[in-house]
């Protein structure tokens, strides 16, 4: 698929109410059916960021998730968000995207905010994920992992980008927005890849504001255009992917050449 098209969600995401949430998220879903591809929604879309999730954490196949594949089948679009998910003896705070077809590509955050104690109630994931979807390869990451640029690393070889778009669903307040505007540009620019951040708006239940800023950066540093879709107290922000021009600008500068191999080792 030479144009894969992206819609990133904002709102003011409700306290700890799934259920008011999935009815939030609804309103737009139908107006996006014949205008995107993927819709994206904030970092722990059904509860707002919850520092200790003991009693809101979902299961691998609880409720959030079986809304998650049944809203993405309905309505013939990928689904992807983050959620407290409760799997063995952990918590996570676990990507999840779901194709319409039900298949499910899950990755668990590796950096936890400690700022906000999140490293003390939720494990750390251990490990990256990319995946192939209608021939673009994409690498999801959560919030917070923005911040280190090696587990982000893009690597290049046999003439090959390990991916193509990197992606954050985020709840980013508004005090360090100019950190997270930064970063997604910095991100792109030196992965020459598409990087997406989704952030969401309005106060969280522990006092922090949010104004949203999602975005979409193209490689060479610049904010790609979008189609602005609203429904009542939600946004949709809808960007055209271009593969044919991300090659072109691949190959008009081709850094990656020189870029230096490298490996990571979990300790």
Known sequence: MDVLRWALLEWDVKW?????N????????????DYTDIVSMPEMFATGFVRDPSDIADTPDGV???????KANEFQLCLTGTAAIKDG??????????????????YDKKHLFRMAGEHKKYGSGSQSTIFNYHDWKIKPLICYDLRFPVWARNKFVN??????????PANWPTSRIHIWETLLKARSIENMAITIGINRTGVDGNGWEYCGKSTACFPD???????????????AKIYSLNYNALKQFRE???????WDSFSI???
Request: charged content about 25%; hydrophobic content about 45%; aromatic content about 16%.
């Open 16 to 20: 700890k109410d799934p259920f008011a």
């Open 22 to 33: 999935f009815k939030i998220v609804e309103k737009i879903l139908p107006q996006l059916r």
């Open 64 to 70: 959030i998730v079986s809304w998650l594949k049944e």
């Open 89 to 106: 003896d952990l918590i996570y705070n676990r990507l999840i995207f779901v194709t319409p077809y039900g298949k499910l590509f899950t």
């Open 159 to 168: 003439n090959e980008y390990e991916y193509d778009i990197l992606f954050y």
């Open 221 to 235: 540093g610049t904010e790609l255009d979008a189609l602005v879709l609203k429904s009542d107290d939600i946004t």
């Open 252 to 258: 008009s500068f081709p850094v990656a050449l020189d």
């Open 265 to 267: 080792i979990n300790t």
